[in-house]
């Protein structure tokens, strides 16, 4: 069984950076797409970013889009999303999560059901 860990979470200034690690133990995380959610206080979980297992496809919610970028690096068996340009609406707890339904697959899903494997979160908080 899988288990992940999300990192590098914290409180910054609106225009910083900050970069989310992912790290998962217990198995390698190489055949499987991965994505990052966020939930906000009182707001239901969004789909972030998402990419396949080999790299090769991305994708992106509109509301990070060019600002927010997903990579992952299957020898470390992390995966990371690097966030610039951060804005107090970007506050919220950051998942990772696992597509362990579809291994190989050459696309990547937005929906958080179809996540098998999560996460317990890291803190993101953006001060005006």
């Known amino acids: 069984q899988v288990q992940l860990a999300e990192s590098g979470g914290g409180l910054v200034q609106a225009g910083d950076s900050l970069t989310l690690s992912c790290a998962a133990s217990?198995?390698?995380?190489?055949?499987?797409?991965f994505a990052w959610f966020r939930q906000a206080p009182g707001k239901e979980r969004e789909f972030l970013a998402a990419?396949?297992?080999?790299?090769?496809?991305?994708d992106y919610a509109d509301s990070v889009k060019g600002r927010f970028t997903i990579s992952r690096d299957n020898d470390k068996n992390t995966v990371s999303l690097q966030m610039n340009n951060l804005k107090p609406e970007d506050s919220a707890i950051y998942y990772c999560?696992?597509?362990?339904?579809?291994?190989?697959?050459?696309?990547?899903?937005?929906?958080?059901?179809?996540?098998?494997?999560w996460g317990h979160g890291t803190q993101v908080t953006v001060s005006a």
């Open positions: 990419v396949t297992w080999s790299a090769y496809r991305t």
């Open positions: 999560a696992e597509d362990q339904l579809r291994p190989g697959a050459q696309t990547v899903t937005e929906q958080a059901q179809d996540y098998e494997h």
């Open positions: 217990g198995r390698t995380l190489r055949t499987y797409a």
